[in-house]
């Protein structure tokens, strides 16, 4: 699922402070090893080859007029796009950067990517899955360069369900790195008829958005935020509001992971990334928060409804969507082995089965789940140095994106602390969204109704759905914590559960 950006400018110092302390805390490098370092610029030098055992041949495809769309000031360019209209469906054009062109099997950039995961990112800077030589250079899909990659070719129908799906190695140039705003400005200024490849993606993303609500998928809009220092001197929050390119943009890379998990369920070889979908409790707490922040939530709307049809409008409406984000649960990767499909096939979110295949220079199993499908498509033995991790990828995924839960948590931590630090001793209305007791000891979760934060407060004996005042009577930026208490002045309890 795409996610959010964050972002710090570089003047507000304490901010950074407190972000190298988190990853000093969570022990995330600052650096990559000299060694690792040496082997990244000697495969650069060394030039692009075809990995052990892979299909040698790699198709020209330098005159597709490919594109890449990613936020401003990105260079780690993973995919270039470029469609065109056949007959009343489409044909996509993806291309996927080719990491394996670059890192040799168990090299020491191998090793430290496996070690890593994925890049890692905070508000101020990211930690990079690879060495910036290649994650940003070489095998980075800049433009105007010629670049090995891994080629998809994806017809769909006239609904925008998916056709054939092929994958090959080719040589591509991509033409011109847009930012959002520059292919939203782009397609804004062109004819619904218009043949240029951003036209059609405009055609394909609500195309394959109106499958997406036909299955009933959850769909994020999620906001990217900038933390700015406000004219009183206080932390506060600004929203970028997503644009509809940035819809249209996420299809291509979900329906390129759709067709990348039929091909390798259908060869009974894989990685598929899966998602149970939200217990009832968790369902009820984000009911229980709606309604406290004043977003209707009918009772005949699952939760992906609610969830797909929710603006970022407003604080209240971004403060639900992230919650939402956070209570999709139990994410993993699941192998396919043996020809025997897995007990956990679909992606709940996407309400289908999908796998990740489109960011190899963020994203370590994608390296391996796309050699896997590049054999398959040529009618080759994928080779063994790919299938032969696939049994460990799930575990040194979880790890890594244990890593990135926990500085997600310590950033959201910090950033609610330095919103609530000038307004302790102040009383604010809340609503007990959920109750947890440990060992003889109650806590409650509370959903503040302006600012929109959630937060922990001790005694969690008040009934889920409670509409209460607490007051702060504590913020520690540097434990990133706030302390909140019942607080009676404030106004009698009141159940807003339904």
């Known amino acids: 699922m795409p996610r959010p950006r964050l972002l710090c400018p570089p003047d507000l110092a304490r901010v950074r402070r407190e972000l190298d302390r988190i990853r000093h805390e969570l022990g995330i490098p600052d650096a990559f090893d000299p060694a690792v370092l040496a082997a ?45 209209r056949r007959g009343a469906g489409h044909r996509v054009h993806y291309a996927i950067a080719d990491v394996a062109a670059f890192v040799a099997p168990d090299d020491p950039v191998d090793r430290e990517a496996r070690r890593r995961g994925v890049t890692l990112y905070a508000p101020d800077r990211r930690t990079p899955l690879h060495p910036p030589v290649l994650g940003d250079g070489a095998a980075s ?20 369900e998916i056709g054939d799906a092929r994958l090959e190695r080719a040589w591509v140039r991509n ?27 405009r055609e394909i993303g609500q195309r394959r958005l109106a499958l997406e609500e036909r299955r009933d998928a959850v769909h994020l809009a999620l906001p990217d935020q900038e933390v700015v220092e406000g004219p009183d001197g206080r932390i506060e929050l600004r929203y970028d509001v997503s644009r ?6 996420a299809q ?24 149970p979908p939200p217990d009832h409790r968790t369902v009820a707490a984000l009911r229980r928060s709606a309604r406290a922040l004043g977003i209707e939530w009918p009772d005949t709307w699952s939760y992906a409804r609610r969830i797909r049809t929710l603006r970022p409008d407003t604080p209240a409406a971004i403060a639900l969507l ?81 890593l990135d839960g926990q500085l997600d948590r310590a950033v959201v931590d910090l950033m609610e602390a330095l919103l609530l630090e000038p307004h302790v ?38 009934r889920p759905g409670t509409e209460i005042g607490v007051a702060l009577v504590a913020v ?15 106004g009698a309890g009141a159940d807003v559960s339904g």
């Open 322 to 402: 992230a919650q939402a984000a956070r209570a999709l649960r139990g994410a993993g990767y699941t192998v396919i082995d043996d020809g025997v499909p897995p007990e956990r096939l679909v992606h709940s979110a996407i309400a289908s089965t999908y796998a990740h295949v489109t960011a190899p220079l963020r994203r370590l199993c994608d390296r391996y789940t796309n050699e896997v499908v590049l054999a398959v498509c040529a009618g080759r033995e994928a080779p063994t140095w790919a299938t032969g991790m696939l049994d460990e990828l799930p575990r040194i995924m979880a790890r890594a994106r244990h």
């Open 141 to 160: 899909l800049r433009a105007s360069e010629v670049r090995p990659a891994l080629l998809w070719t994806i017809d769909l129908d006239d609904t925008g």
């Open 175 to 201: 033409r011109a790195e847009l930012s959002y705003a520059d292919a939203q400005e782009r397609i804004d200024a062109m004819g619904a008829d218009a043949d240029d490849p951003l036209a059609v993606l």
């Open 244 to 249: 509809p390119v940035e819809d249209w943009n």
């Open 40 to 84: 990244a610029d000697a495969a650069v030098a060394a030039g692009p080859t075809v990995p052990p055992g892979a299909d040698p041949r790699r198709r020209d495809a330098t005159d597709l007029p490919l594109v890449t769309i990613d936020p401003r000031g990105s260079t780690d360019l993973d995919q270039a796009f470029t469609a065109a």
């Open 425 to 462: 001793g102040e009383t604010f209305r809340a609503v007990v969204v959920d109750t947890e007791e440990r060992r003889g000891h109650h806590r409650a979760r509370i959903q503040l109704r302006d600012p929109a934060v959630i937060a922990r407060m001790d005694d969690g004996r008040v």
């Open 252 to 275: 291509i890379s979900l329906l390129t992971g759709i067709a990348a998990a039929r091909i390798m369920l259908d060869a009974g070889i894989g990685l598929l990334r899966t998602l």
């Open 476 to 490: 520690d930026v540097t434990a990133r914590s706030v302390t909140f208490r019942p607080d009676g002045s404030a």
